[in-house]
């Protein structure tokens, strides 16, 4: 089975800071990812999916690149309501399996 | 808009059953696969379950293959997860959530409030 990893698994960035967060797939699963923010008590709400495509409603500020096995999501200008735990999920497959997550939090 | 509503969870035994509910509104429910993802206390999300839209095709978790069964009833708007000799470990919010139009292999775009199942003596 692939298994997906994310890094860092946590983070502390100031308002305004360029955040990166890298995912990593055990074998290649071309551009079938998804990038999920799930803030505190919150249901998971979709960012991107094909890996660079912005689901519709999701500020500018958020992107993401990769194909293959690696994948980042980036947030160019850090806001506060971005603190949240970022998930990313494959599915090249009948196994939808999440990465481990990501918490953002502000300096 | 999408609107999903999970029900039925709550406490059980270890090696008994529970079955949740998903209502779904303000889409062509018949049209779309569905998800169950689920997140155990503080946890991360785990993917559960997927069903394509005409009940064709469905694929589990390892950790609930033979455990638990996807359904739905698009007459209803409805769909089911029948969890059966559940665990401790099964213990979590159980989300529903509407795949993403296209191909079988597409995630979750929207999701339900949530269930709470507690597999608990």
């Known amino acids: 089975d692939i298994q997906m990893t994310q890094s860092p698994s946590s983070l502390s960035a100031f308002v305004g800071d360029r955040v990166t967060i890298t995912c990593r797939a055990s074998?290649?699963?071309?551009?079938?990812l998804a990038w999920y923010q799930q803030k505190p008590g919150k249901v998971p709400k979709l960012l991107i999916y094909?890996?660079?495509t912005l689901q519709s409603g999701v500020p500018s500020r958020f992107s993401g690149s990769g194909s293959g096995t690696d994948f980042t999501l980036t947030i160019s200008s850090l806001q506060p309501e971005d603190v949240a735990t970022y998930y990313c999920?494959?599915?090249?497959?009948?196994?939808?399996?999440f990465g481990p997550g990501t918490k953002v939090d502000i300096k | 808009q999408v609107q999903l509503v999970e029900s039925g969870g709550g406490v059980v035994q270890p090696g008994r059953s529970l079955r949740l509910s998903c209502g779904a509104s303000?889409?062509?429910?018949?049209?779309?696969?569905m998800h169950w993802v689920r997140q155990a206390p503080g946890k991360g999300l785990e993917w559960v379950a997927v069903?394509?839209?005409?009940?064709?095709?469905?694929d589990y978790a390892d950790s609930v293959k033979g455990r638990f069964t996807i359904s739905r009833d698009n007459s209803k708007n409805t769909l089911y997860l029948q969890m059966d000799s559940l665990r401790a470990e099964d213990t979590a919010v159980y989300y529903c959530?509407?795949?993403?139009?296209?191909?079988?292999?597409?995630?979750?775009?929207?999701w339900g409030q949530g269930t709470l199942v507690t597999v608990s003596s």
């Open positions: 959530a509407k795949k993403l139009p296209g191909s079988y292999y597409e995630p979750p775009d929207y």
């Open positions: 303000g889409f062509s429910f018949s049209s779309y696969g």
């Open positions: 069903i394509s839209h005409d009940e064709s095709m469905e």
């Open positions: 074998q290649g699963i071309s551009n079938n």
């Open positions: 094909a890996a660079s």
């Open positions: 999920q494959k599915y090249n497959s009948a196994l939808f399996t």
